[in-house]
């Protein structure tokens, strides 16, 4: 019966310019497995390393490969490998695609954002409008004329304003929300809207603009 071999932890300890030179060779015999060294106390001698500047660049693409995997919320699934293929084109092909991957993520990235906000302008826009909800007045009716003045909102004193609108001018409509909140869509004539403006801004007027 086919009994696999133990794994056995091992220190190789040499000089620090032939260190490149000695993972190289480890990594083309394939029979260790590289770890970080840690020292067991911090009086030991021994302290980890520095990084090769070819490791430092496979890191910095395989922290952007778990990252674009991340944002792709990608499922992980372990490859299996059909060849054998030269390291050169390897490297080769992988870098390309690491590039072709962060350019796309970049791009559903900016996609996702312009959809985020177009989302939260529409929401606001929605915002904007509910209060005009609870008069039943068509949107359109608000604006566009030449000799009238619409003024939008909330006020906290309904009575007087009711009671105050006529020592102004009788050329006015109001309407109210059949809500407590006591939205009002007041419609005057053009020449009386300085003097509407200062009786709502006494009766506790708070302005709710359709645009």
Known sequence: MFKPRKMKRTLIIGAKHDVEKTINLLHSLEIA????????DDAEPLQLGNPTETASGISQRLLSLRSSSQLLALDKKVPTVSEKIPETRLQEDIHQKVRDLENNVLSLVETKTRIEEHYRKINERIQQLQPFVSIDIPLEYYQGYDNVVVFT???????????SL????????LFTSNKQDQMIALFIEKTSAEDAGKLLSECGFTEIKLT
Do not use: A, F
């Open 153 to 163: 909102g909330y006020v906290r004193d309904m009575e007087k304003l009711k009671g």
């Open 166 to 173: 006529l020592k102004i001018t009788n050329q006015y409509e």
């Open 33 to 40: 497995h590289i770890i970080d060294y840690k020292p067991s």
